[in-house]
């Protein structure tokens, strides 16, 4: 488990609100080393790592930030809005689920409160 985030994961537990995370057993060693990187640039608001990190449209299809404010789309609207914000986030990762689609591709949804 990651040094960043935390869970406490009862076995059967009915209370959606508990968490949840099986990353480290559904992603490849390199995929799993880069969302640990991807998360602690997002705690620490390393705007730079995180550009870095946001891949840039890639096949002209743009990327998506959305959580419950609303959604921005593209990788130059996602950059702005990182820069504009001043605090680092403070928030606690609830459930984190992945799917790794091919060798380096995965789909990792998190949920935070």
Do not use: W
């Not at 935390?6 to 480290?24: I, K, L, M, S, W």
């Not at 995929?31 to 608001?45: Q, V």
């Not at 550009?51 to 404010?69: H, K, M, T, W």
């Amino acid at each position: 488990m990651d040094d960043i985030f935390t869970f406490d994961t009862p076995q059967g537990a009915e209370d959606a609100r508990h968490a949840y995370d099986n990353a480290e057993n559904a992603l490849s060693p390199d995929l799993l080393t880069a969302i640990r990187r991807y998360e602690r640039a997002l705690m620490a608001n390393d705007t730079a790592t995180l550009d870095d990190l946001f891949a840039s449209d890639p096949d002209g299809i743009p990327v998506v930030r959305s959580d419950g404010r609303g959604m921005l789309v593209g990788h130059t609207a996602i950059t702005a809005f990182r820069k504009r914000r001043k605090n680092v986030p403070t928030r606690t990762l609830r459930r984190r689920i992945a799917r790794q689609l091919d060798e380096s591709n995965a789909c990792i949804v998190s949920q935070f409160d």
